[in-house]
Structure formats: structure tokens, C-alpha cells
């Protein structure tokens, strides 16, 4: 996976895995949370974000996670602004911003990294999706559950009619585990050198 900025971040590709759509009351307000099997996603609010920007202590204390380090690789002050800015804007649309994944272990959760959307669909029903992992927690999986799950989460919107993403044609292993998902070539992507990849609501519910 490689991204130029925190949201949108660029996909690296995905498993297919259970998830379902729950919430909780935090301190602050009821959040959205998605499941998966190893994994909590917790949808990005203002009083998270306002957390996050002021220390690691109380956003772990809002999420109910440790944190070892933070943010993720790509993540950094003005991408954190971004998603401030846009659940100021459009609160409404909560959920298809960021999302914080916790790892949920048998005896404490870790916060692992972000996955998240650009913004809600557009005219055409589509949403671009990514994460960002911790680099101690890669190559275990955890982004691909992670993505996963915010796909199903996302194609529980009937508005949602495809997700793309975008990478780099050189990341070979990117784009392989996105074939291996089900995810086909669809054009040169929005960035310079990029491409994008995609996959309908009936092909993602179907696999």
C-alpha cells in the first residue's frame, strides 16, 4: 500500500471477513463500530479527533485501547486536520471518513492503525476506500480484515454501488491481493502514475 496523505489513503487489498454494524455510548457521544474477528472499528467523531490531537491518553482512554505508538506511516498533522474539517462540515456523514482499528486481544486492545473513505458515495454510488497499519502490526493480515470490514460495512448503504482504490502499478503485492479479492483494473487513477481497481455491491456480496 502507499498513500500520499492520510484520507484518502490508498488500498492495499483485502480478505473477505464477517463483520456487523453495532454502537456504543462513549463519554462523548454514540459511535459506530464494525466487528470483525480479530479486529473493533471505531468511526472517527469530533470529540476523537479532538482527542487525538491533543494526546495519545485521551484518545486511548475514549477508545478503551492502548496506544504502544502513533499515528500510522502517512498520517500526520494536516491529513488529521482533514478529517477534523470534514466531520465539522458534514456530520452526517460519520462513518465515511475515518475509522480507528483496535486489535481486540484476550486480555487488552491495541490501537493498530486507521482505514477510511474519502467522503459518502458520489452520483455514481461509489466510495474509495484505504488504510494506514502500525508497521509492528504488518503483514499480519490486520489491513485486509481491517478494509474488509469497512466494505461490508459501507455496501450496507444502499446508496453504495462499487469501492474503488488506487495504488501504484509497481506494488506488485498490492495489486495482487486485490485480484485475489475479487478486485479488477478499471482505469489510471485520480494521481499521477496510479491506478484503480474496483468491485460492485453484487460481485463483493456474491464472493
Same mark, same amino acid.
Given at each position: 500500500?502507499?498513500?500520499?496523505?492520510?484520507?484518502?489513503?490508498?488500498?492495499?487489498?483485502?480478505?473477505?471477513?464477517?463483520?456487523?454494524?453495532?454502537?456504543?455510548?462513549?463519554?462523548?457521544?454514540?459511535?459506530?463500530?464494525?466487528?470483525?474477528?480479530?479486529?473493533?472499528?471505531?468511526?472517527?467523531?469530533? $470529540?476523537?479527533?479532538?482527542?487525538? /490531537?491533543?494526546?495519545?491518553?485521551?484518545?486511548?482512554?475514549?477508545?478503551?485501547?492502548?496506544?504502544?505508538?502513533?499515528?500510522?506511516?502517512?498520517?500526520?498533522?494536516?491529513?488529521?486536520?482533514?478529517?477534523?474539517?470534514?466531520?465539522?462540515?458534514? $456530520?452526517?456523514?460519520?462513518?465515511?471518513?475515518?475509522?480507528?482499528?483496535?486489535?481486540?486481544?484476550?486480555?487488552?486492545?491495541?490501537?493498530?492503525?486507521?482505514?477510511? /473513505?474519502?467522503?459518502?458515495?458520489?452520483?455514481?454510488?461509489?466510495?474509495?476506500?484505504?488504510?494506514?497499519?502500525?508497521?509492528?502490526?504488518?503483514?499480519?493480515?490486520?489491513?485486509?480484515?481491517?478494509?474488509?470490514?469497512?466494505?461490508?460495512?459501507?455496501?450496507?448503504?444502499?446508496?453504495?454501488?462499487?469501492?474503488?482504490?488506487?495504488?501504484?502499478?509497481?506494488?506488485?503485492?498490492?495489486?495482487?491481493?486485490?485480484?485475489?479479492?475479487? /478486485?479488477?483494473?478499471?482505469?489510471?487513477?485520480?494521481?499521477?502514475?496510479?491506478?484503480?481497481?474496483?468491485?460492485?455491491?453484487?460481485?463483493?456480496?456474491?464472493?
Amino acid at each position: 500500500m502507499d498513500s500520499r496523505e492520510r484520507l484518502p489513503v490508498k488500498l492495499s487489498g483485502w480478505l473477505m471477513a464477517s463483520s456487523s454494524t453495532t454502537s456504543f455510548e462513549s463519554p462523548a457521544q454514540e459511535t459506530l463500530t464494525a466487528r470483525s474477528e480479530h479486529l473493533e472499528l471505531i468511526a472517527a467523531t469530533l $470529540p476523537l479527533v479532538q482527542a487525538e /490531537m491533543s494526546s495519545g491518553v485521551k484518545l486511548g482512554s475514549l477508545l478503551r485501547a492502548e496506544i504502544e505508538n502513533w499515528p500510522p506511516p502517512l498520517n500526520e498533522e494536516h491529513s488529521l486536520q482533514w478529517t477534523f474539517e470534514r466531520l465539522q462540515s458534514y $456530520p452526517q456523514h460519520a462513518g465515511f471518513f475515518s475509522w480507528y482499528v483496535v486489535l481486540v486481544e484476550e486480555h487488552r486492545c491495541l490501537l493498530i492503525g486507521l482505514v477510511g /473513505m474519502k467522503g459518502p458515495p458520489d452520483e455514481h454510488g461509489i466510495v474509495e476506500v484505504g488504510y494506514s497499519i502500525l508497521e509492528k502490526f504488518q503483514r499480519r493480515g490486520f489491513g485486509s480484515e481491517a478494509t474488509l470490514a469497512l466494505m461490508h460495512w459501507a455496501f450496507q448503504n444502499p446508496d453504495v454501488k462499487q469501492i474503488t482504490a488506487e495504488t501504484f502499478p509497481e506494488l506488485t503485492p498490492s495489486i495482487r491481493v486485490m485480484e485475489r479479492c475479487g /478486485m479488477t483494473f478499471l482505469a489510471p487513477g485520480s494521481e499521477p502514475g496510479t491506478i484503480r481497481y474496483g468491485i460492485t455491491r453484487e460481485t463483493f456480496l456474491g464472493i
